[in-house]
């Protein structure tokens, strides 16, 4: 059945030649204008430039007064052990506090797996957390 029916509808495409001319184009416009389109919202609103990692500058404040709950904290997914200097794409724990999070997570399963973290990194992440004062630490394992 599927095949009797594409094979009709591609001896109707043939017989009207400028109808399929005129479709294929229309069909081709529309694919580049949505691969256009999409392209300029994924790069300018999904990830702004100079952000490797947007998801991990998120800072926000919420009440949820129907949850008896004040607000939300907020945490970062990574911190650097450095207090300052030029560690492109590391974000130390005062940055952290400055953007609003109060706890930081290290130690996690995707930055030893991807990134090589070890428990001597993961230890100078927690030490720097602590001394930092501002910032609750999860250490998991």
């Known amino acids: 059945m599927l095949l009797?029916?594409?094979?009709?509808?591609?001896?109707?495409?043939?017989?009207?030649?400028?109808?399929?001319?005129?479709?294929?184009?229309?069909?081709?416009?529309?694919?580049?204008?949505?691969t256009a389109i999409f392209s300029v919202v994924q790069?300018?609103?999904?990830?702004?430039?100079?952000?490797?990692?947007?998801?991990?500058?998120?800072?926000?404040?919420?009440?949820?007064?129907?949850l008896n709950l004040p607000s939300i904290g907020v945490s970062a997914q990574?911190?650097?052990?450095?207090?300052?200097?030029?560690?492109?794409?590391?974000?130390?724990?005062?940055?952290?506090?400055e953007a609003g999070a109060a706890y930081a997570i290290v130690g996690h399963s995707e930055r030893r797996r991807l990134f090589g973290d070890t428990d001597a990194t993961v230890n100078r992440k927690t030490m720097a957390a602590f001394t930092s004062g501002a910032l609750k630490v999860y250490r998991l394992r």
């Open 4 to 34: 009797t029916n594409l094979r009709q509808a591609l001896l109707r495409l043939l017989h009207a030649p400028l109808f399929t001319v005129i479709a294929i184009l229309t069909l081709t416009l529309g694919i580049g204008a949505n």
């Open 43 to 66: 790069g300018v609103l999904l990830h702004p430039v100079g952000v490797e990692d947007p998801a991990s500058l998120v800072s926000f404040h919420a009440r949820y007064t129907q």
């Open 78 to 97: 990574n911190l650097y052990w450095e207090r300052e200097g030029a560690f492109t794409g590391e974000i130390s724990p005062a940055m952290i506090v």
